[in-house]
């Protein structure tokens, strides 16, 4: 039985990177690469650093060096920079705005974005274009910006519907505000409109998770990101709290009963999980964006704080981090890993989804891993965590608790070596 529980997708993989770099530099890889054709999927992700307001749980960095009015022509200077390599003539397949809160742009300056991106970058027809937001930021002039460019997925950061809670977790406005904010953008004809939910928060009652889920389930929305508080230091949240009141959020018996809670209330209304942090209903909400970037994918990264990879180099947009030179003007933050990497990310999301069949990665890898995870397996089956049916490995109710756990636990049983063959 795990004591800790991983509540990020990032706990699951956090050792790869240091264990699969290759010994190449970007300045030697990104030239070939640029000036040949996409060897997989491609999606970009741009960046938006700014938050009107900070929530009170919220430990990141947002840099305030920059200037919000004027950041909208620095990404659009990046976009037309990066987009005339033959490399970025290929369709792209998804794009997605992420932050801090990329709708605290103004209605005018997410335009400007989103139709640079349509001139200089061939979208494809049918590309998921997804914009994380507020509700608050959620206005109608917004909307009309959003829908004129063909934004067709929401990820509304509601967090919950509770007034109370809403002002302990710093969030705006009320819940019934933010409600009547997503049900407008589906009426406006984004059916794909997901929600955060945050549970395990202080004080939390049943009542609470119940009514937020009442909610959800009356707003028909396509997909819930269910999150686990993660209380960080420095933050003004956990400077509010007690010793005790902090000691209280570890206790996975009953954040355990709070996710199993959700599980049955919005499966018995037909969502399914589509990762151990997502649930879908209806088909709406695919997440194309996190599929192809974790299927083997590329991910062009603009924007300050972004993170992405062409090919098998990934990079960093850190504020502070040059660009490798006036020809490659990509960031210098980055490394080459060997592509048993991707394979194993690739195999990592697939774990993230609850099944997966370990015979598709074996081969992808030349490695047995069912006979080399088949220690840890025999004890995790006998823990009720997982099932395993041939070379089928699913995770059980309990296991998706601890998903990431488990698929940190099996990973790590990969050594780069047992991977030569993925490095060819």
Same mark, same amino acid.
């Given at each position: 039985?795990?004591?800790?529980?991983?509540?990020?997708?990032?706990?699951?993989?956090?050792?790869?990177?240091?264990?699969? !770099?290759?010994?190449?530099?970007?300045?030697?890889?990104?030239?070939?690469?640029?000036?040949?054709?996409?060897?997989?999927?491609?999606?970009?992700?741009?960046?938006?650093?700014?938050?009107?307001?900070?929530?009170?749980?919220?430990?990141?960095?947002?840099?305030?060096?920059?200037?919000?009015?004027?950041?909208?022509?620095?990404?659009? *200077?990046?976009?037309?920079?990066?987009?005339?390599?033959?490399?970025?003539?290929?369709?792209?397949?998804?794009?997605?705005?992420?932050?801090?809160?990329?709708?605290?742009?103004?209605?005018?300056?997410?335009?400007?974005?989103?139709?640079?991106?349509?001139?200089?970058?061939? +979208?494809?027809?049918?590309?998921?274009?997804?914009?994380?937001?507020?509700?608050?930021?959620?206005?109608?002039?917004?909307?009309?910006?959003?829908?004129?460019?063909?934004?067709?997925?929401?990820?509304?950061?509601?967090?919950?519907?509770?007034?109370?809670?809403?002002?302990?977790?710093?969030?705006?406005?009320?819940?019934?505000?933010?409600?009547?904010?997503?049900?407008?953008?589906?009426?406006?004809?984004?059916?794909?409109?997901?929600?955060?939910?945050?549970?395990?928060?202080?004080?939390?009652?049943?009542?609470?998770?119940?009514?937020?889920?009442?909610? +959800?389930?009356?707003?028909?929305?396509?997909?819930?990101?269910?999150?686990?508080?993660?209380?960080?230091?420095?933050?003004?949240?956990?400077?509010?709290?007690?010793?005790?009141?902090?000691?209280?959020?570890?206790?996975? *018996?009953?954040?355990?009963?709070?996710?199993?809670?959700?599980?049955?209330?919005?499966?018995?209304?037909?969502?399914?999980?589509?990762?151990?942090?997502?649930?879908?209903?209806?088909? *709406?909400?695919?997440?194309?964006?996190?599929?192809?970037?974790?299927?083997?994918?590329?991910?062009?990264?603009?924007?300050?704080? !972004?993170?992405?990879?062409?090919?098998?180099?990934?990079?960093?947009?850190?504020?502070?981090?040059?660009?490798?030179?006036?020809?490659?003007?990509?960031? !210098?933050?980055?490394?080459?890993?060997?592509?048993?990497?991707?394979?194993?990310?690739?195999?990592?999301?697939?774990?993230?989804?609850?099944?997966?069949?370990?015979?598709?990665?074996?081969?992808?890898?030349?490695?047995?891993?069912?006979?080399?995870?088949? !220690?840890?397996?025999? *004890?995790?089956?006998?823990?009720?965590?997982?099932?395993?049916?041939?070379?089928?490995?699913?995770?059980?109710?309990?296991?998706?608790?601890?998903?990431?756990?488990?698929?940190?636990?099996? +990973?790590?049983?990969?050594?780069?070596?047992?991977?030569?063959?993925?490095?060819?």
């Amino acid at each position: 039985m795990y004591t800790v529980r991983y509540k990020s997708h990032h706990d699951a993989s956090r050792n790869l990177k240091n264990r699969y !770099a290759a010994a190449v530099t970007g300045e030697a890889y990104l030239p070939t690469v640029l000036a040949g054709s996409a060897q997989s999927r491609r999606v970009i992700y741009i960046h938006v650093p700014f938050c009107n307001k900070v929530c009170s749980f919220c430990p990141f960095h947002r840099p305030d060096a920059l200037d919000r009015r004027t950041y909208h022509e620095e990404l659009i *200077r990046e976009i037309r920079r990066v987009s005339v390599f033959p490399y970025m003539q290929a369709p792209v397949e998804a794009v997605n705005f992420g932050g801090g809160t990329p709708t605290s742009l103004s209605p005018a300056q997410m335009a400007a974005v989103l139709s640079a991106l349509h001139t200089h970058f061939r +979208i494809a027809p049918d590309a998921e274009i997804s914009v994380e937001t507020s509700a608050t930021e959620l206005t109608d002039a917004m909307l009309d910006s959003l829908v004129s460019g063909g934004v067709n997925r929401l990820s509304v950061g509601i967090q919950t519907f509770d007034d109370g809670a809403r002002r302990l977790l710093g969030r705006r406005g009320s819940g019934a505000a933010a409600a009547a904010r997503v049900a407008a953008a589906m009426a406006r004809g984004i059916s794909n409109t997901s929600v955060d939910l945050i549970y395990n928060y202080p004080g939390q009652t049943d009542g609470q998770l119940a009514s937020d889920l009442h909610t +959800i389930r009356a707003l028909d929305v396509a997909g819930v990101s269910i999150y686990s508080l993660m209380l960080h230091e420095k933050t003004p949240l956990y400077r509010r709290l007690t010793e005790t009141e902090r000691q209280a959020l570890l206790d996975l *018996r009953h954040e355990k009963a709070l996710f199993d809670r959700i599980l049955d209330t919005l499966g018995a209304d037909g969502y399914r999980m589509l990762e151990l942090t997502k649930l879908v209903k209806g088909g *709406r909400d695919r997440y194309e964006y996190m599929e192809i970037r974790h299927s083997g994918g590329s991910c062009i990264a603009l924007g300050r704080g !972004a993170g992405g990879n062409i090919e098998n180099y990934f990079y960093h947009n850190a504020a502070d981090a040059p660009v490798i030179s006036e020809r490659i003007p990509f960031s !210098a933050s980055g490394r080459v890993f060997v592509p048993a990497y991707r394979r194993l990310d690739a195999l990592v999301y697939a774990m993230q989804k609850g099944v997966v069949d370990l015979g598709v990665y074996s081969a992808q890898l030349d490695v047995d891993l069912k006979t080399l995870f088949s !220690a840890k397996l025999e *004890r995790l089956c006998a823990d009720g965590f997982v099932m395993m049916r041939g070379d089928t490995l699913s995770l059980t109710h309990d296991g998706l608790f601890f998903g990431n756990n488990i698929i940190s636990e099996l +990973i790590d049983c990969i050594a780069p070596e047992k991977a030569s063959a993925a490095q060819r």
